[in-house]
């Protein structure tokens, strides 16, 4: 009987499920990403806060997804780690958009959009991910993300275009001021963190027109950059992930209205897609 592990990592957390026996088995730890962790260090994190709670099991495979790992030094740095700690198991490394594709499409044909902290989107075939809109990250791109629509949160409120009641509200949440904003964005790591904990404010204040054309605009700048680019978006449905895409999916289902295009799955985590593909 084979014994599985599946992770889902950012940067900030990892969610692992063990899968013995079709019994499942969530772990929470720290996030794993290569570009700021070694392989010593991913070891160390992974002895204390992963290893005690398999409780000995004979791990066979492990399918591990996360951030940059498109870049073949840091899968490297991964399979290391994952070589030390379990010597038996076959593990394979991909990245959360190939993630995002297998839990959303399985064995299926789409397109796998990702609308989280940042925005990625392919077309998936039913194997591999055969293209990708390329993603710029939070300064050049990332459109309809959630970095990408805190920041016009935060231009609103900088530039005084919200109303004296939204101000107000911004205020009473946030307790924030120019100074303190600007050292977390120009300064401070982890700025699009920082800019992403922004929509917040635009999931409580739904209705106001103002929040109604920042979430609407964001996320068809994303259509309009990304989707269009997909000759498949006219002929397959369009699937999304992610707390944005989750939270936010009324507005994606007008955008397909409007566009003609089919929605398909909307997930918040990967997770549950994932088990079911791997199982």
């Known amino acids: 009987m084979s014994i599985k592990l599946i992770a889902d990592s950012g940067a900030t957390k990892c969610e692992w499920c063990l899968l013995e026996n079709g ?83 399985g064995n299926g044909k789409g397109i796998a959009c990702i609308l989280g902290t940042g925005s990625n989107s392919c ?10 809109s390329p993603g710029l990250g939070y300064i050049l791109g990332d459109e309809g993300s959630g970095a990408y629509l805190g920041k016009k949160v935060v231009q609103h409120y900088l530039y005084n275009t919200f109303d004296a009641d939204l101000m107000a ?20 790591p982890l700025a699009n963190r920082y800019l992403a904990s922004f929509t917040a404010f635009l999931a409580e204040n739904r209705g106001h027109y103002m ?7 964001g996320l068809n700048d994303f259509f309009f950059t990304h989707l269009y680019k997909f000759r498949e978006s006219w002929i397959m449905p369009i699937n999304f992930i992610g707390s944005v895409a989750f939270g936010f999916k009324d507005i994606l289902k007008e955008l397909c209205d409007t566009y003609e295009l089919e929605l398909g799955n909307v997930l918040k985590k990967p997770m549950d897609g994932l088990v079911k593909y791997h199982s």
């Open 23 to 105: 019994k499942k088995k969530t772990i929470l730890t720290q996030g794993i990403s290569p570009y700021f962790l070694n392989t010593e260090q991913i070891v160390a994190l992974l002895q204390k806060e992963l290893i005690p709670k398999l409780k000995n099991a004979k791990i066979s495979n492990i399918y591990f997804y996360g951030t940059g790992l498109s870049n073949p030094n840091n899968t490297g740095i991964i399979k290391t780690a994952f070589k030390k700690l379990f010597p038996a198991a076959k593990a394979e490394i991909n990245t959360d958009l190939l993630a995002a594709a297998r839990a959303l499409c």
């Open 123 to 132: 077309f998936y075939n039913g194997k591999k991910i055969v293209k990708n």
């Open 169 to 188: 509200r911004f205020d009473a949440k946030f307790t924030t001021n120019k100074v303190e904003i600007l050292e977390n964005v120009y300064k401070q």
């Open 211 to 217: 929040i109604e054309n920042i979430i609407e605009d």
